[in-house]
C-alpha cells in the first residue's frame, strides 16, 4: 500500500518568509510524528499528533514553528519568518494506535534551504 | 531525559563480512523500546530491527541481530553477510513505553560503507 508521502521534496526560500510543508501519513494510522535532521543537531522530535488528542508540541524549538493536523489525517508544518538555521531536512512519519508494535513509518522528507 | 549515544561517525566493512555498530543509552525508564533505522542515500528511513526492554531474547531479522544488555544500557547492531546495498547511514532510537506511542530519540548516526 502507499507510504508516507511528504510535499515538497526540497524547498528553497528567503530568510524572513513563511513556509509549509505537508505530510500524507498512512490510511489508518492515527498517529503523526514531525522530526528535523540537521546537520548540527541530528534527528530531532518536533511534534507529534495521536487521533483527537491536544498535540505534543514539547519538541518545537520556537514559537515561529506551528503545525496543524485536519481530520486526523493530513498534516502541515508551517514555519514563520525562516531564518538560516531552520535549513534542514523534514521527516514526517506516521504509526498506527493500539498496534503494540510501535513502528514509526518515515515518509522521504522536504529538504529545506533558507538562504 | 534519555540520551542515545553512538560513538562510531563512520565504518567501512568489506562485502560478506561482519559488522558490529555501537549504541549506548541513558534512561531510567525501566520498560521501553529500542531500534536500529536506515538511511540511504534516498533519505527514506527504514526500520531495521526493534527490541522490547522487557523481552531478554535479542531480537534477530535475517543478516541483522542485536545484542541488547539492559544492565550495561548498551544495544549494537550486527550485520551479517553485508551487501552493497547495506550502504547507509545506521541510526539508533529509544522510545519510552508508555501507552502505546511515544517520539522517537535517535543517536547522531554512524555512516556505514560497504566496499567490493
Known amino acids: 500500500g502507499a507510504g508516507v508521502s511528504q510535499s515538497p521534496s526540497n524547498k528553497v526560500t528567503e530568510k524572513g518568509k513563511d513556509v509549509e510543508l505537508r505530510c500524507d501519513p498512512i490510511s489508518g494510522h492515527t498517529a503523526l510524528y514531525w522530526y528535523r535532521q540537521s546537520l548540527g543537531q541530528g534527528l530531532e522530535f518536533l511534534i507529534y499528533f495521536q487521533g483527537n488528542s491536544a498535540p505534543d508540541k514539547s519538541g518545537l524549538p520556537s514559537d515561529r514553528f506551528s503545525a496543524e493536523r485536519t481530520g486526523g489525517s493530513v498534516s502541515t508544518l508551517t514555519i514563520q519568518r525562516t531564518q538560516q538555521e531552520d535549513s534542514a531536512v523534514y521527516l514526517c512519519?506516521?504509526?498506527?494506535?493500539?498496534?503494540?508494535?510501535?513502528?514509526?513509518?518515515f515518509g522521504p522528507g522536504t529538504r529545506l534551504t533558507v538562504t | 531525559a534519555q540520551t542515545v549515544t553512538q560513538s562510531q561517525p563512520e565504518m567501512s566493512v568489506q562485502e560478506a563480512e561482519t559488522v558490529t555498530l555501537s549504541c549506548t543509552y541513558d534512561t531510567s525508564e525501566s520498560n521501553y523500546y529500542l531500534f536500529w533505522y536506515k538511511q540511504p542515500p534516498s533519505r527514506q528511513m527504514i526500520l531495521v530491527i526493534r527490541?522490547?526492554?522487557?523481552?531478554?531474547q535479542n531480537a534477530t531479522e535475517n543478516r541483522f541481530s542485536v545484542n541488547f544488555q539492559k544492565a550495561a544500557k548498551s544495544f549494537s547492531l550486527k550485520i551479517s553477510d553485508s551487501q552493497l546495498g547495506d550502504t547507509a547511514m545506521y541510526f539508533c532510537?529509544?522510545?519510552?513505553?508508555?501507552?502505546?506511542?511515544?517520539?522517537?530519540?535517535f543517536g547522531k548516526g554512524t555512516k556505514l560503507s560497504v566496499k567490493p
Open positions: 527490541q522490547e526492554a522487557y523481552k531478554q
Open positions: 512519519a506516521s504509526s498506527q494506535r493500539g498496534s503494540g508494535s510501535n513502528e514509526q513509518y
Open positions: 532510537a529509544f522510545m519510552k513505553h508508555r501507552g502505546s506511542q511515544g517520539n522517537l530519540i
